[in-house]
């Protein structure tokens, strides 16, 4: 291994391999190599200016066992930022120390490089680059010692019950449901970026951590050190960007089913719940309101007038929003120039096909500019200029009807390298032109995300999900940890997405419990398919914005008196924060924080909040405790050091026990900490 300092980086240079490490950020390192001539200059997630860094640069020798009972004298490289310091060794090996103690190393099992005189022939490395055949990408494998005492958090949303991702294999792949942003928070410490967009899989092994990316031209992650998780959060929304200030008009009520078939429905709607004194800011008018998929507009038999109907909702005081997909169906009056254009995915083999519910359709490519501007203009012209205030970017994984990466490629190169950065990509196609239209802050709603995509408008609900209580218990941790990937602006489908009989007690217990759950969370926000599905179609068209089912009435009065009730009570609470609300939304902005905030994000000295993931802080002030089982009245809280006030009876309790608390159907246990 030869090193060298190189403007500030420390460059290390074995077996063809240029390993670049420099200081990138408040006590962080980017750390980068390849085995090309030199790196592809792609910043990906780290899109924001850093100050430059005064990191100190050492080349020293240290004694090596040699395997005969003989010492060796071998270089080895220290480069240090502030409170983070890394160390490589004279075979490449990484070591990172916060404050001079060791939080993070590779994983290395070889004759050579060992850190001590323990045999290792196992021949494993802690780099592995394996050529991808006929590619210029390789397979990628980059191991590191594992701590059986770590907790490690974030990495997105991921449809299962452990919140603490130690001992989890994650695909690192975008899908329906799942959205996979590949930033870690560790217990020990420091916040670890992969900053790689390839489809993959990171294992947290107890025995090691493993992170893959099947095809990519180098390897790239960015690391930091700090006491607490909201510096870490900090210091890595420093790098990626941050929201900007959510609106007031935003925070309250957003209403929205599946589906609003026509302008007359989505009016009377709105009519009600003015009439009911119930303010909503924002109304969703799904999908199939086109024609067809790539059409991307309204079908005028049902919408005859939208200009009208937009006015009528802002003169209520109602933004709306339109869902888009990226799916072009190939009887679309664009696709044959999309694809002559070369604006659309490509497909390795076969038909150019990838996705085919209610259509033969193939997805726009949103990595060719030209693809973006394209969507944009007839969006624009659709629906911006009729005053359509935001977008609803569905399937923006995109939903393939079979997930073969290797089967797909963008403009920019094959899927298996790049797919993970698509939603942010497809959400550009709108933010990067209405953020210039002089019309307020852009918000958009999504299904996915990657690393920085808070910081293009996006708010990102957790998709697809049942309707059960095993769901409602897992969103709990999907938002948590979405949270600690950097994502504030976070939903869910109140009530989850998928129900079969709206008229079924347990259902309307379970839509409460999430309701109440909504109430404190970033955006509030009713949707969902309601079964049971016996409303006739509008006309026997096999296309249009008639033909395909629409589910149950999903608003506040749909669902009986008694639980009409309960609703318009705890839409009275989410009002009654609002400048609460805009507090958190600023606090964001500023530093990062989520709205959701896991226990141990504000109580960090407390063993016990790192365990706990069935209760959560609404910002600093608010301990909520969902109820998340069938006909549970009554849960244990912990509460950290400190006074707590329980909202429904003001009875302040001390801090530093479990409490047992009464939860009838029309409360779910609240604390405030008395400060």
Known sequence: MTFENQNGALVCRRLGETLKIEAWGKDSFRVRATMAPSFTENVWALTESVENSNATISIEEEDHWVGDGTIDKKEIATITNGRIKAIVNFAGVLSFYRDDKLILREYFRNYEGTLSRESRCLKLVNREWKGVIGGSEYLLNVKFESDKSEKIFGMGQYQQDCMDMKGCVLELAQRNSQISIPFAVSSLGYGFLWNNPAVGRVSFGKNYTEWIARATKEMDYWITAADTPKEILENYTAVTGRAEIFPEDLMGLWQCKLRYRTQDEVLSVARKY??????????????????????????????????????????????????????????????????????????????????????????????????????????????????????????????????????????????????????????????????????????????????????????????????????????????????????????????????????????????????????????????????????????????????????????????????????????????????????????????????????????????????????????????????????????????????????????????????????????????????
């Open 274 to 675: 003015q009439k009911e004194g119930i303010k909503i800011d924002q109304i969703v008018i799904d999908f199939f309101h086109w024609t067809l998929q790539g059409d991307w507009k309204f079908d005028e038999k049902y919408w005859p007038d939208p200009k009208a109907m937009v006015d009528e909702l802002h003169s209520m005081g109602i933004k709306v929003i339109v869902s888009v997909w990226p799916s072009v169906d190939r009887k679309s009056e664009n696709f044959e120039d999309m694809m002559e254009r070369g604006l659309l995915i490509k497909t390795e083999r076969g038909a150019a096909q990838t996705y085919d519910y209610q259509g033969d359709c193939v997805e726009i490519d949103p990595f060719n500019p030209a693809a973006r501007k394209y969507v944009w203009e007839i969006c624009k012209k659709n629906y911006y200029d009729y005053g359509i205030d935001a977008f609803w970017l569905d399937n923006s994984e995109p939903d393939y009807g079979v997930y073969d990466f290797e089967n797909y490629r963008y403009c920019d190169g094959p899927a298996l390298a790049l797919s993970n950065l698509y939603p942010q990509l497809y959400s550009r196609v709108f933010y990067d032109e209405m953020k210039d239209q002089g019309r307020g802050t852009v918000v958009n709603l999504l299904r996915c995300a990657w690393a920085g995509s808070q910081k293009y408008g996006n708010v990102i609900w957790s998709g697809d999900v049942p309707s059960t209580f095993e769901a409602f218990a897992d969103q709990i941790q999907c938002g948590l940890n979405m949270g600690l990937a950097g994502i504030p602006w976070w939903t869910t489908d109140i009530g989850g997405f998928m129900t079969d009989d709206v008229a079924d007690p347990d259902f309307r217990q379970l839509l409460i419990r999430w309701y109440q759950f909504a109430v404190y969370s970033p955006v509030l926000r009713m949707h969902g398919d309601r079964g049971p599905y016996n409303i006739p179609p509008l006309d026997d068209r096999d296309w249009g914005g008639g033909y395909l089912h629409t589910g149950q009435p999903n608003e506040l009065w749909s669902y009986g008196e008694d639980n009409y009730v309960i609703m318009k009570k705890y839409y009275n609470v989410r009002i009654s924060m609002h400048d609460y609300i805009k507090e958190l939304y600023a606090e964001a902005h500023k530093n990062g924080s989520p709205l959701l905030r896991t226990m141990f994000y504000e109580f960090p000295e407390d063993e016990k909040c790192w365990e706990l993931q069935d209760q959560y802080m609404f910002g600093d002030r608010y301990l909520v405790a969902p109820i998340l089982h069938l006909n549970e009245w009554k849960r244990d809280v912990y509460l950290p050091a400190g006074k707590w006030k329980l909202t429904s009876t003001e009875e302040i309790f001390e801090g530093g026990h479990t409490v047992s608390v009464n939860a009838p159907i029309d409360y779910m246990p609240v604390f405030e900490l008395q400060k």
